[in-house]
């Protein structure tokens, strides 16, 4: 892709425009030092000049050219802007032609003339250009009081270099009409020059790093110096003759081709947000501070012209007068500009309460000294004061007396204002004397630029009242629950205290064996409903606590206490609801009463328990280490009561059973872990070892 197309559609890297920084650095510096070099030949300057001016400037033309072209799709004002600094360079190019015509002796001094007025039309393209370069939008009043602003700067600058540098050269030489025509007209466009670059600069302030105007501002710049040289040279009768003029003309051009081809490279914001109000008022305070400086400058020149040079004390008091009258206008404006922000602050105050009074809660507006600075209505029907009443008061004024702890309600504000959001319930007192409680939340906050505490308080007098009722409630369903669980386990006993009866007066061993297998199942879940009305919550058992009890039960029961029959439970702290808790228990009695009833012969042996949860699944291990089972026994296909009563409670609870023959006999029942609602269980990772 060749340049052309590069600067046709705006692919310009960031590493080409850096390149394109250092060449136009290298080529300053080396016309430079060429410069210095050759100090002492000017004809040598004078060719060289002649010749590079005329091709940096038509080199500048080009590139411009192709801005304009690339500011079409940014708008009609971008378009409009970079047309007329196209028109101007044009001008640029048409006069360092006739210069470097003129100045190798291949034309009159007519061309000389025509160079001037291209230098005239130049300058007022320029100008229009930077005048059409978009701005952020400002109000009416601002944008009057800074052209003020710029017309006081270039004011006191008039004043300097008149006293400085004008007024002297002056009085060395005597001027004609046509010179001085000529360079009044230098000195009128080199003012319009600095008044455009520094509304510019003045309007874009913060906004500078976003398009090409700081490469437009260092162009004008280099610009304004090429011609104040050029002013003094030919105050003194000389005709610039290259040297640090055409010097800071170049930097000027390689400047604007910069400042081009950041327009071609750079889709500039549609909308500029203004940001120069916040840099010249607090990053640089200028504008608080303009008039008190330039009008010191100015008293500064009048003293020393009064005691120096008399003949120029009365040009610079005429200066003066103009500041002055600018300064006044600038007064007028800002006195204008800070009625109207009175009005629009007051607005905003109106609209700020308007909508805080919508807020039904109480809220507060609390200063760092820890006084309420402002308060909603909601506060006022609160406690029942007038706004007058409670402004500027401290906190112990809302408080009920000896119910808070103020001091530390204070330090809450303190940590508000830090940052920390508080929350806490406080005792306050109306006016009428009636206590209530209330819930404060306490957030930091700004308050017209002030730092304070934002203060929202909701009567939580109701909500007080509904606590208790709902306590009062559940404190009587708890105790009608606890009711119910100790007459379902009483009406258990009873009835396996009869079927212990009835057992009494039979003789067949088959039936009693029968009746207290059922008089043990009957009790398992008597335990379960003794555990849940002893419990706190009434929902959960301790599924520890109650494995040894059925198993102290059973041995109690089979007068196996006695024997040399050890047990091993292993479980951590799990609770199970009524729901699992109840057939897990039937289960656990079937299978220990056939550990107990046949796995010992000899009355010596051992029973396992576990229970531990892997991967939200509860395993139950019932193990001994007895003569075992058969070994065509099959647990799917058996037909005594007790293990089909096991399988069908295992697929109750949404389990699976499995039986693991070998030394003894190993029951390993796993089904999900369902947690009784508010009871957590952290042990997912308990060590699953079944030997």
């Not at 007329?84 to 006739?98: M, N, T």
């Not at 303009?290 to 003293?303: C, N």
């Given at each position: 892709m060749g340049l052309g197309e590069n600067l046709s559609t705006g692919k310009i890297s960031a590493a080409s425009f850096r390149k394109a920084i250092l060449l136009s650095i290298l080529i300053i510096v080396g016309y430079g030092l060429f410069t210095i070099i050759f100090r002492n030949d000017s004809n040598v300057i004078n060719g060289v000049g002649d010749f590079l001016l005329p091709v940096i400037s038509t080199t500048t033309l080009i590139v411009i050219f192709f801005a304009v072209k690339r500011s079409k799709i940014y708008g009609e004002n971008y378009f409009h802007a970079w047309l007329?600094?196209?028109?101007?360079?044009?001008?640029?190019?048409?006069?360092?032609?006739?210069?470097?015509?003129?100045?190798?002796?291949?034309?009159n001094s007519s061309f000389l003339t025509y160079n001037y007025i291209c230098f005239a039309f130049r300058t007022v393209f320029l100008c229009l250009g930077l005048y059409l370069i978009p701005k952020p939008q400002v109000d009416i009043l601002t944008r009057y009081r800074r052209v003020a602003e710029i017309g006081m700067v270039l004011v006191t600058l008039t004043m300097f270099f008149w006293s400085f540098m004008i007024l002297p050269f002056t009085q060395l030489n005597q001027i004609n009409y046509y010179n001085f025509m000529v360079l009044a007209l230098n000195i009128l466009f080199i003012f319009a020059l600095m008044f455009f670059s520094?509304?510019?600069?003045?309007?874009?302030?913060?906004?500078?790093?976003?398009?090409?105007?700081?490469?437009?501002?260092?162009?004008?710049?280099?610009?304004?110096?090429?011609?104040?040289?050029?002013?003094?040279?030919?105050?003194?009768?000389?005709?610039?003759?290259?040297?640090?003029?055409n010097l800071f003309w170049i930097a000027a051009s390689l400047s604007m081709i910069l400042a081009s081809l950041v327009q071609i490279s750079r889709r500039p914001p549609k909308v500029l947000e203004d940001l120069s109000t916040h840099?010249?008022?607090?990053?640089?305070?200028?504008?608080?501070?303009?008039?008190?400086?330039?009008?010191?400058?100015?008293?500064?020149?009048?003293?020393?012209?009064?005691?120096?040079?008399?003949?120029?004390?009365?040009?610079?008091?005429?200066?003066?007068?103009?500041l002055v009258g600018?300064?006044?206008?600038?007064?007028?404006?800002?006195?204008?500009?800070?009625?109207?922000?009175?009005?629009?602050?007051?607005?905003?105050?109106?609209?700020?309460?308007?909508?805080?009074?919508?807020?039904?809660?109480?809220?507060?507006?609390?200063?760092?000294?820890?006084?309420?600075?402002?308060?909603?209505?909601?506060?006022?029907?609160m406690y029942g004061y007038d706004k007058q009443e409670i402004i500027g008061k401290s906190l112990e004024m809302l408080s009920a007396s000896g119910k808070n702890d103020m001091e530390k309600i204070v330090n809450s504000g303190y940590q508000a204002m830090d940052g920390e959001p508080q929350t806490f319930e406080f005792w306050g007192m109306r006016k009428n004397g009636e206590v209530f409680p209330k819930e404060i939340k306490l957030n930091r906050g700004t308050y017209f630029?002030?730092?304070?505490?934002?203060?929202?308080?909701?009567?939580?007098?109701?909500?007080?009242?509904?606590?208790?009722?709902?306590?009062?409630?559940?404190?009587?369903?708890?105790?009608?629950?606890?009711?119910?669980?100790?007459?379902?386990?009483?009406?258990?006993?009873?009835?396996?205290?009869?079927?212990?009866l009835q057992s009494m007066y039979l003789e067949d061993d088959k039936v009693q064996s029968a009746?207290?297998?059922?008089?043990?199942?009957?009790?398992?879940?008597?335990?379960?409903?003794?555990?849940?009305?002893?419990?706190?919550?009434?929902?959960?058992?301790?599924?520890?606590?109650?494995?040894?009890?059925?198993?102290?039960?059973?041995?109690?029961?089979?007068?196996?206490?006695?024997?040399?029959?050890?047990?091993?439970?292993?479980?951590?702290?799990?609770?199970?609801?009524?729901?699992?808790?109840?057939?897990?228990?039937?289960?656990?009695?079937?299978?220990?009463t056939n550990s107990l009833k046949y796995a010992f012969p000899n009355k010596e042996g051992k029973i396992t328990l576990k229970v531990c949860l892997i991967n939200d699944c509860y395993h139950l291990i019932i193990a001994d280490n007895g003569v075992g089972l058969p070994s065509n026994f099959k647990l799917d296909q058996t037909k005594t009561l007790g293990l089909q009563l096991v399988n069908r409670l295992v697929r109750q609870i949404d389990g699976s059973i499995e039986l693991m023959k070998g030394k003894g006999t190993e029951f390993i029942i796993k089904f999900p872990a369902k947690l009784p609602e508010g009871i957590t269980n952290d042990n997912n990772n308990i060590n699953n070892n079944y030997n």
């Open positions: 007329l600094l196209l028109i101007s360079q044009i001008f640029w190019v048409l006069g360092d032609v006739l210069w470097s015509l003129w100045d190798l002796n291949l034309a520094i509304s510019l600069f003045v309007f874009h302030a913060g906004n500078l790093g976003k398009g090409p105007v700081p490469y437009l501002l260092v162009s004008t710049f280099f610009q304004v110096l090429a011609a104040i040289i050029y002013a003094y040279q030919y105050i003194l009768g000389l005709y610039p003759g290259g040297g640090i003029e840099f010249w008022r607090f990053k640089v305070p200028f504008e608080t501070n303009v008039a008190l400086i330039l009008g010191g400058i100015a008293y500064l020149l009048l003293l020393w012209s009064y005691y120096n040079h008399k003949d120029v004390f009365e040009v610079l008091l005429f200066g003066g007068g103009f600018l300064a006044i206008i600038r007064a007028a404006i800002n006195n204008r500009e800070v009625r109207k922000s009175y009005k629009k602050l007051k607005e905003s105050k109106e609209t700020y309460l308007s909508i805080l009074n919508t807020i039904n809660d109480a809220v507060y507006i609390i200063n760092p000294h820890m006084e309420l600075l402002e308060v909603n209505q909601g506060a006022l029907d630029g002030q730092d304070v505490v934002v203060a929202v308080a909701r009567d939580i007098t109701h909500r007080k009242e509904d606590e208790k009722r709902l306590k009062r409630s559940l404190d009587e369903k708890e105790a009608m629950v606890q009711e119910v669980h100790h007459r379902v386990k009483n009406n258990m006993q009873v009835i396996s205290s009869l079927l212990g009746l207290q297998e059922s008089q043990n199942r009957v009790h398992s879940m008597a335990m379960v409903h003794e555990k849940l009305y002893q419990s706190k919550n009434l929902s959960s058992v301790d599924i520890k606590e109650y494995l040894n009890e059925i198993m102290q039960y059973l041995l109690r029961n089979y007068q196996m206490d006695s024997y040399n029959i050890k047990t091993d439970i292993q479980t951590e702290q799990v609770e199970m609801d009524i729901k699992t808790a109840a057939p897990l228990g039937l289960i656990i009695n079937e299978l220990l």
